[in-house]
């Protein structure tokens, strides 16, 4: 095996769509992602050493004016553990990832993360399979 391979796993987060970032001392990393109303967002992430805040941030149209609220509040996570969750959009707009090591005046933070965007569509798909082969073992 590869020692990279190994390395970006360490964390359970496969290899195949593991992106790696640094993110300077002082510094924070705002990850913007179009969704529509059902989207499921999905992410998981581990920091190299230290620890990092992590959050969510929802920015939508409301009112004819944009609006923003953290949907998952700024959270310290520790190092060299898997952080995971996911969000189901309840509108059009944008879902931000945000990293943030601004309370950092000396040290960078590597952080090795993944998301999937899974559409409302996809999602009723993929529940309606779901559904049929539950059904299929319960008769």
Same mark, same amino acid.
């Given at each position: @095996? ?9 964390f359970g987060l496969g &290899? ?9 001392k002082g510094q924070s990393?705002?990850? @913007? ?33 944009? &609006? $923003?609220?953290?949907?998952? @509040?700024?959270?310290?996570? $520790? $190092? ?21 090591? &601004?309370s950092s005046w000396i040290? $960078? ?5 993944? =998301? ?19 059904? &299929? =073992?319960?008769?």
């Amino acid at each position: @095996p590869e020692t990279g391979r190994l390395l970006n796993d360490r964390f359970g987060l496969g &290899t195949a769509e593991v992106e790696t970032v640094t993110i300077a001392k002082g510094q924070s990393l705002q990850m @913007p992602l179009t969704v529509k109303k059902g989207d499921i967002v999905s992410w998981a992430f581990g920091v190299d050493a230290q620890d990092i805040l992590f959050g969510v941030e929802v920015r939508a149209q409301k009112d004819g004016r944009m &609006t $923003s609220e953290f949907v998952v @509040p700024l959270e310290k996570c $520790s $190092s060299h553990r898997s952080v995971r969750g996911q969000y189901t959009s309840l509108t059009d707009g944008r879902l931000v990832l945000v990293f943030d090591n &601004t309370s950092s005046w000396i040290r $960078s933070r590597t952080v090795h993360y993944r =998301y999937e965007i899974v559409s409302a569509e996809e999602a009723a798909r993929l529940d309606a399979k779901v559904a049929s082969v539950e059904t &299929t =073992y319960c008769v």
